[in-house]
Structure formats: structure tokens, C-alpha cells
């Protein structure tokens, strides 16, 4: 199963370590393959270091793919991360 | 006993054997003639290793704090367990590259590439990454290796050292640090800072110069590091920690006291900052708000000018973090000796008396627009007031204020909700603008005085030039008289006045500045405790009566003689 969905970035700083660190660890338990595009990068959604190299500042738009059984539950925990802004409670 | 000069980064003082952290010297080969399998069991011995390390570090932080410490931890363990990361390096091992290498590479990989964006602050977790892949590197070095054990109090000597380095050997009996290289912004800096221990970046030749248990004494206020000293530098030095430590343990009972003098005037001891990084700092010295935040330091280290966006983000912060206390924010004061590549400012032959601060801002509106607006949205997360530096006439305030009320406009245009006004105010650095400050009251809601300019400017000398330092002199009879000329001209306004230079955190010059009246003392956050358990020691009637003496003086002689 494929999803795609946008988000726009409203955390308090851009995709910086904390973030991504975040959303990784939301990821962590699920089967599957996460793709965040920005201005026609493609990363590994799964990796910290890749997240950061996207240089995503506050008012992008990530486009993000996931792909795999759990497809479903990850994009939520995603929702949720982005709803939230990056807070972490 | 040797002498030498550094970059002192964190204040206080130490004195103790030096423990040298030996540079692990990585070489390693380019070509691809390495046994995969030898490599790949090499690299799964090393890796996992590093992975329980810093998971241990993570664990002892998470629980025992300070939080940054525990953040930068899990940031490299996660950096550690980095999918992509480790199949590059898989990869390169496949293709018969030595595991050093191929580790090296793929965290270079990932480092420039972060080390391109525009940034700042992802810009330096580039370094994160080196710290992670260095980290594997050693124990490829030596495998099984138990993190070397310091027993006995000892300053670190080091080349440079990482942020997940200090964590590991940081310990209570960590004294001080000294560092060849180092750089101030560091998140090994503010560490340092965090954890109070004295640092002195940039010292040069000190890892030729020291000895493994050679004795160090660290001033990590002047930079001054020496190698063993004497019997007297020594009895200095320990006098020095003594009273330091006595201080400090004393300074704890005032972290959440009000600042009220003994008959009940409050004041509000703020801080002076320079970058959000030292905002949690602060808090936890019981800062009651920001007096000054110094915004050109966004426009340092990068390529072009920060976005409205990030600027906002930043400004936001500082406002909520400090929340309920106000954040006074300075606009950009750049020009005279802060120099950013890519704004082009013109060489000139006066610096300090040519385009700086708002003549700069005024000039150059595109810039000066977006720092507003960033500056009119964030405003409305807390209490904001807006600063701009080196007035100097009535007209530069009405058109900032003019240039406010455009800007506000363009975005209730647009559709933003400013419900929240900030105030504004000046920074009192040049003699013009002390002698009108009544007239410039009816336009503003503060003044504060950034004493080392405005005695610059009445003194006609510059501290930085040794040969004339000595006439640069907060003492002289003049700056007094100045001070009062501000404080009776804000007499009988809606105006509050505020102090953000280095006076303000001068004990003498306190009962100076109650009695005449400042409602904000805005000192370095380390300075906050000290200049709280004055205020509180203090009386108005008896700094009023100090007042009248120090009028007095007709010398620097006279006029310390009268602050006694």
C-alpha cells in the first residue's frame, strides 16, 4: 500500500535535529518505507541525517510517501507529529 | 611557570593536574584491495560498541539532566543507528574500501552536504556527524578500549574536543578545559557553559607545551591559562576558586527572589544575550527577561540574509521563552566593527562614526522590513519591545516609527492578526541623543543606555586601543553627569529607563543607577545572582545620599573614593 500526503512545516525552528529526530522515532516501529521530497530531493524518511540535509525550513511543504503494510498507522503518527508542530508532548 | 593567552569561553577559575586527551592519529588507505568480510566484522564490532556507549550516555543524561545534554546524546545515537548512513558505509565496504575509510567517507558525505544549506544552526551538526563517525574511527583504533578512566580532579587538555566526548568525560572532578582549537559557538562551548566548568578556547602551542600532569591553573574569564605556576600564582588562584565556590553556593538562595530593595522598589535584572542558545541558561538563573537581545548575530556565518520566516521563529522563542518578563530586542546593529560578507557594507575610514545601526537599517529598508515584520508577528507570543541602536536625532525614531506603521499595515493587509503592540525604545550610546531625551519620550516607551559606546563616544577613546584604554572610564565625572542628564530628562515622561552595558553589573556604580531612577538592569546571565543579592542589600535613601557625594567629584580618584 502507497500513501502520499503534504505537509506544510510549522515547527518552531525548521527540520532540525530535534525534529527529525522525532520524526524517525515515530516511525521506528512500522514496516515500511518513508520518502520526504522537498524542491525535487528525495530522502530517506527513516534517516536523521538525511532529513537534516534537506535544509527544510519553517513554511515548506514536504511531500511524503509511505509504502508498506503499515502504510496506514505510520502516516497517522506523521499527522500527529505535524499537528503538533514537533512538540514533543 | 608559563604563561599563555586564550579565548576564555566560560568563567571561573581552576587549578589542577592536566590530563591530555591524545589525538587518535587516523590514517587510513584510499584503495579498494581490503577483505569485505575482515572489514565487515571490524566495522559490526566497532558499531556496536559505539551504539552502547552512547546509549549508555543517553540513559545516564535523560535521567540525571541538564536536558541539552541528554538531547545531543540521543541525536548521536540515532545518528549511530542511521539506516542510510550505515549502508553507504556498507556499500564502500563492498567495494573492497577498508573500514576506516569507508566510515570517513560516508559521514563527509552527509557532513558537506549539511555543511551546504544556509542554516546556521543545521550547519553546525555537520560537526555532529564527524563526532559520531570519529567516535567509530577510535574504536576501530583500539577495539574494546573501555573509555579511559580519570581518577582525581584534572583540567582537560585537548586539541578540540566534541560535544559527545565532553559528555563522556564530563565528571565533577572535570575542573576546567582547555582547548587548542575550539570554536565559541560550539555546542561543546555551551556545554562548558551549561555545566559551569571555566574553558579557554584558541590557546595556541598548548598541547606541545603540557605535560601529562603538569599543573594548570585556568582563568576562564581573561583566557589566561598557566602552566606551572608559583607558589603565589597559586595561592591567587586558589583564593580565587574559594570565593568563587562559597559564591556560588550562596547565589543559589536567589535564583527565585524578586530583585526589591530593602524598602521595597523593584527592579528587574535581565539578561544580555547574543544567540538562543544561552536562553536556557539564563532562565535558570532566574533571569526576569531578556534587556537586550542582539539580533546582527542571525546575519553571521552564512550567505545571505535570514527569511522573515526564520527570524520570526527565532523572535518568537526568545519572547516565549521569557514570558511573562518582556524580551527587549534590538534591531540588526551592524557596521563599525561587525562586518558580514554579503551585505557589502562600505570600508570606511571611521568605522564608529560612519553607517552603523539604524543609519545602516534606514538606508537599506528590504533588510530593515523583513527584521520588522518578523519582529510586529512575533510580538505577539509575549511582551515585546522593539530597540533600535545609535540614535541619534528625532528623525531617525519618527521614521523607524513610520516605517513601523507601514509595515503593520502591509500585513493586517495581508491578513495577519496584530492585536498585541510592541513597545519601542532606543538604545543611549551617543551624547546627541542623552541631551534630548525629553524630547524624544512623547515617541517611545523606554530608553536603555549601552554604557561602552556612550563612553566611547564622551571619552573620545576606544578601549580596544591600549594606548588610549586608560581615557575609555565609566568613572569619569562626566559619565556621572550624563547619567543624571538621561535620568532628569526621563523624570515626568511615560518612560522607563533601562541599562544594558557592562555598568550595569558593576557593584559600585548600583546604588548610582537605583537612585537615578533605572527600572532594568540588563547583565550577562552569569552576572544575574550577584547583581540580585545586591539590589536586595540595598536601600534608596542610602544610594540617593551616594548619589549627592559622587555629583561631587570633580575626578575618577574622587568619585571611585565617594562610591565606598
Same mark, same amino acid.
Not at chain 2, 563492498?94 to 546556521?120: R, T, W
Not at chain 2, 526564520?310 to 527587549?328: D, N
Not at chain 2, 570600508?347 to 518578523?374: H, S, V, W
Not at chain 2, 550577562?524 to 540595598?538: E, H, N
Given at each position: 500500500?502507497?500513501?502520499e500526503?503534504?505537509?506544510?512545516?510549522?515547527s518552531?525552528?525548521?527540520?532540525?535535529?530535534?525534529?527529525?529526530?522525532?520524526?524517525?522515532?515515530?516511525?521506528?516501529?512500522?514496516?515500511v518505507?518513508?520518502?520526504?521530497?522537498?524542491r525535487?530531493?528525495?530522502?530517506?524518511?527513516?534517516?536523521?541525517?538525511?532529513?537534516?540535509?534537506?535544509?527544510?525550513?519553517?513554511?515548506?511543504?514536504?511531500k511524503?510517501?509511505?509504502?508498506?503494510?503499515?502504510?496506514?498507522?505510520?502516516?497517522?503518527?506523521?499527522?500527529?507529529l505535524?499537528?503538533?508542530?514537533?512538540?514533543?508532548? | 611557570m608559563?604563561?599563555?593567552?586564550?579565548k576564555?569561553?566560560s568563567?571561573?577559575?581552576?587549578?589542577?593536574p592536566?590530563?591530555?586527551?591524545?589525538?587518535?592519529?587516523?590514517?587510513?588507505?584510499?584503495?579498494?584491495i581490503f577483505?569485505d568480510?575482515?572489514?565487515?566484522?571490524?566495522?559490526?564490532?566497532?558499531?556496536?560498541q559505539?551504539?552502547?556507549?552512547?546509549?549508555?550516555?543517553?540513559?545516564?543524561?535523560?535521567?540525571?539532566?541538564?536536558?541539552?545534554?541528554?538531547?545531543?546524546?540521543e541525536?548521536?545515537?540515532?545518528?549511530?543507528?542511521?539506516?542510510?548512513?550505515?549502508?553507504?558505509?556498507?556499500?564502500?565496504?563492498?567495494?573492497?574500501?577498508?573500514?576506516?575509510?569507508?566510515?570517513?567517507?560516508?559521514?563527509?558525505?552527509?557532513?558537506?552536504?549539511?555543511?551546504?544549506?544556509?542554516?546556521p544552526?543545521?550547519?553546525?551538526?555537520?560537526?555532529?556527524i564527524r563526532?559520531?563517525?570519529?567516535?567509530?574511527?577510535?574504536?576501530?583504533?583500539?577495539?574494546?578500549?573501555?573509555?579511559?578512566?580519570?581518577?582525581?580532579?584534572?583540567?582537560?587538555?585537548?586539541?578540540?574536543?566534541?560535544?559527545?566526548?565532553?559528555?563522556?568525560?564530563?565528571s565533577?572532578?572535570?575542573?576546567?578545559?582547555?582547548?587548542?582549537?575550539?570554536?565559541?559557538?560550539?555546542?561543546?562551548?555551551?556545554l562548558?557553559?551549561?555545566?559551569e566548568?571555566?574553558?579557554?578556547?584558541?590557546?595556541?602551542?598548548v598541547?606541545?607545551?603540557v605535560?601529562?600532569?603538569?599543573?594548570?591553573?585556568?582563568?576562564?574569564?581573561s583566557?589566561?591559562?598557566?602552566?606551572?605556576?608559583?607558589?603565589?600564582?597559586?595561592?591567587n588562584?586558589?583564593?580565587?576558586?574559594?570565593?568563587?565556590?562559597?559564591?556560588?553556593?550562596?547565589?543559589?538562595?536567589?535564583?527565585?527572589?524578586?530583585?526589591?530593595?530593602? !524598602?521595597?522598589?523593584?527592579?528587574?535584572?535581565a539578561?544580555n @544575550? *547574543?544567540?538562543?542558545?544561552?536562553? +536556557?541558561?539564563? #532562565? &535558570?538563573?532566574?533571569?526576569?527577561?531578556?534587556?537586550?537581545?542582539?539580533?546582527?548575530?542571525?546575519?553571521?556565518?552564512?550567505?545571505?540574509?535570514p527569511?522573515?520566516?526564520?527570524?520570526?521563529?527565532?523572535y518568537?522563542?526568545?519572547?516565549?521563552?521569557?514570558?511573562p518578563?518582556?524580551?527587549?530586542?534590538?534591531t540588526f !546593529?551592524?557596521?563599525?566593527?561587525?562586518?558580514?560578507?554579503? @551585505? *557589502?557594507?562600505?570600508?570606511?575610514? +571611521?568605522?564608529? #562614526? &560612519?553607517?552603523?545601526?539604524?543609519?545602516?537599517?534606514?538606508?537599506?529598508?528590504p533588510?530593515?522590513?523583513?527584521?520588522?515584520?518578523?519582529?510586529?508577528?512575533a510580538?505577539?507570543?509575549?511582551?515585546?519591545?522593539?530597540?533600535?541602536?545609535?540614535?541619534?536625532?528625532?528623525?531617525?525614531?519618527?521614521?523607524?516609527?513610520?516605517l513601523?506603521?507601514?509595515?503593520k499595515?502591509?500585513?493586517?493587509?495581508?491578513?495577519?492578526?496584530?492585536?498585541?503592540?510592541?513597545?519601542?525604545?532606543?538604545?543611549?550610546?551617543?551624547?546627541?541623543?542623552?541631551?534630548?531625551v525629553?524630547?524624544?519620550?512623547?515617541?517611545?516607551?523606554?530608553?536603555?543606555?549601552?554604557?561602552?559606546?556612550?563612553?566611547?563616544?564622551?571619552?573620545?577613546?576606544d578601549?580596544?586601543?591600549?594606548?588610549?584604554?586608560?581615557?575609555?572610564?565609566?568613572?569619569?565625572?562626566?559619565?556621572?553627569?550624563?547619567?543624571?542628564?538621561?535620568?532628569d530628562?526621563?523624570?515626568n515622561?511615560s518612560?522607563?529607563?533601562?541599562?544594558c552595558?557592562e555598568?550595569?553589573?558593576?557593584?559600585?556604580?548600583?546604588?548610582?543607577?537605583?537612585?537615578?531612577?533605572?527600572?532594568?538592569?540588563?547583565?550577562?546571565?552569569?552576572?544575574?545572582l550577584?547583581?540580585?543579592?545586591?539590589?536586595?542589600?540595598?536601600?534608596?535613601?542610602s544610594?540617593r545620599?551616594?548619589?549627592?557625594?559622587?555629583?561631587?567629584?570633580?575626578?575618577?580618584?574622587?568619585?571611585?573614593a565617594?562610591?565606598?
Amino acid at each position: 500500500m502507497t500513501l502520499e500526503k503534504t505537509f506544510k512545516l510549522e515547527s518552531q525552528d525548521g527540520l532540525h535535529a530535534r525534529p527529525a529526530g522525532l520524526f524517525v522515532k515515530c516511525l521506528a516501529p512500522y514496516q515500511v518505507t518513508v520518502e520526504v521530497e522537498l524542491r525535487g530531493q528525495k530522502k530517506n524518511g527513516k534517516s536523521i541525517m538525511s532529513l537534516m540535509s534537506l535544509g527544510a525550513s519553517p513554511g515548506d511543504d514536504l511531500k511524503i510517501t509511505v509504502t508498506g503494510n503499515d502504510a496506514d498507522s505510520a502516516l497517522k503518527c506523521i499527522e500527529d507529529l505535524f499537528a503538533k508542530r514537533f512538540s514533543a508532548e | 611557570m608559563q604563561v599563555l593567552k586564550g579565548k576564555g569561553s566560560s568563567p571561573g577559575f581552576a587549578l589542577a593536574p592536566a590530563f591530555i586527551l591524545k589525538n587518535t592519529n587516523l590514517q587510513f588507505s584510499h584503495e579498494q584491495i581490503f577483505d569485505d568480510i575482515h572489514e565487515s566484522k571490524r566495522w559490526k564490532t566497532a558499531h556496536s560498541q559505539v551504539v552502547q556507549d552512547l546509549s549508555e550516555l543517553q540513559k545516564k543524561y535523560s535521567q540525571k539532566g541538564p536536558q541539552e545534554s541528554a538531547e545531543i546524546a540521543e541525536a548521536h545515537l540515532m545518528m549511530a543507528q542511521d539506516p542510510e548512513w550505515i549502508s553507504n558505509i556498507e556499500s564502500f565496504m563492498g567495494q573492497k574500501h577498508q573500514c576506516e575509510y569507508s566510515v570517513n567517507k560516508a559521514s563527509e558525505d552527509f557532513a558537506k552536504m549539511i555543511e551546504s544549506l544556509d542554516d546556521p544552526y543545521l550547519r553546525q551538526r555537520a560537526q555532529d556527524i564527524r563526532d559520531v563517525a570519529r567516535r567509530i574511527l577510535r574504536a576501530l583504533d583500539e577495539p574494546n578500549s573501555q573509555e579511559e578512566k580519570i581518577t582525581g580532579d584534572h583540567i582537560l587538555v585537548a586539541e578540540d574536543l566534541l560535544p559527545s566526548e565532553l559528555l563522556s568525560l564530563y565528571s565533577p572532578q572535570l575542573k576546567g578545559l582547555v582547548l587548542q582549537k575550539g570554536n565559541p559557538t560550539s555546542h561543546t562551548t555551551i556545554l562548558a557553559r551549561t555545566f559551569e566548568i571555566p574553558t579557554i578556547l584558541t590557546v595556541n602551542g598548548v598541547m606541545e607545551k603540557v605535560r601529562a600532569n603538569d599543573e594548570i591553573a585556568v582563568s576562564g574569564m581573561s583566557g589566561i591559562v598557566t602552566i606551572n605556576p608559583d607558589a603565589s600564582e597559586k595561592k591567587n588562584i586558589q583564593e580565587k576558586i574559594q570565593r568563587d565556590l562559597f559564591e556560588k553556593e550562596e547565589l543559589k538562595n536567589y535564583i527565585s527572589v524578586k530583585s526589591v530593595t530593602r !524598602d521595597g522598589v523593584a527592579i528587574e535584572v535581565a539578561s544580555n @544575550l *547574543n544567540s538562543a542558545h544561552d536562553l +536556557n541558561f539564563a #532562565l &535558570g538563573k532566574g533571569t526576569e527577561g531578556i534587556g537586550l537581545f542582539r539580533t546582527e548575530f542571525l546575519l553571521m556565518d552564512r550567505s545571505a540574509a535570514p527569511s522573515e520566516e526564520e527570524q520570526y521563529q527565532v523572535y518568537r522563542k526568545v519572547i516565549e521563552s521569557v514570558f511573562p518578563h518582556k524580551a527587549i530586542i534590538r534591531t540588526f !546593529d551592524i557596521g563599525g566593527d561587525k562586518q558580514v560578507n554579503y @551585505l *557589502n557594507l562600505p570600508k570606511e575610514e +571611521n568605522p564608529f #562614526l &560612519g553607517l552603523r545601526g539604524i543609519r545602516y537599517c534606514l538606508k537599506n529598508i528590504p533588510l530593515f522590513r523583513t527584521q520588522i515584520r518578523a519582529l510586529l508577528r512575533a510580538a505577539q507570543h509575549g511582551n515585546l519591545g522593539i530597540m533600535i541602536p545609535m540614535v541619534t536625532k528625532v528623525e531617525e525614531v519618527l521614521e523607524f516609527k513610520n516605517l513601523l506603521k507601514k509595515f503593520k499595515i502591509e500585513l493586517l493587509d495581508e491578513g495577519k492578526k496584530l492585536e498585541k503592540t510592541p513597545e519601542t525604545g532606543i538604545m543611549i550610546e551617543v551624547p546627541s541623543v542623552a541631551m534630548i531625551v525629553d524630547q524624544l519620550a512623547s515617541h517611545l516607551d523606554f530608553f536603555s543606555i549601552g554604557t561602552n559606546d556612550l563612553i566611547q563616544y564622551l571619552c573620545a577613546a576606544d578601549r580596544m586601543n591600549s594606548n588610549v584604554a586608560d581615557l575609555h572610564d565609566a568613572y569619569h565625572p562626566a559619565v556621572l553627569r550624563t547619567l543624571k542628564l538621561i535620568s532628569d530628562g526621563v523624570k515626568n515622561t511615560s518612560c522607563w529607563l533601562g541599562i544594558c552595558g557592562e555598568m550595569a553589573a558593576k557593584h559600585d556604580y548600583q546604588p548610582l543607577l537605583l537612585a537615578l531612577g533605572f527600572k532594568e538592569l540588563s547583565v550577562s546571565p552569569g552576572a544575574v545572582l550577584r547583581t540580585r543579592k545586591q539590589i536586595l542589600s540595598l536601600d534608596m535613601e542610602s544610594c540617593r545620599k551616594t548619589l549627592q557625594k559622587a555629583l561631587l567629584a570633580d575626578s575618577s580618584e574622587s568619585l571611585k573614593a565617594a562610591l565606598f
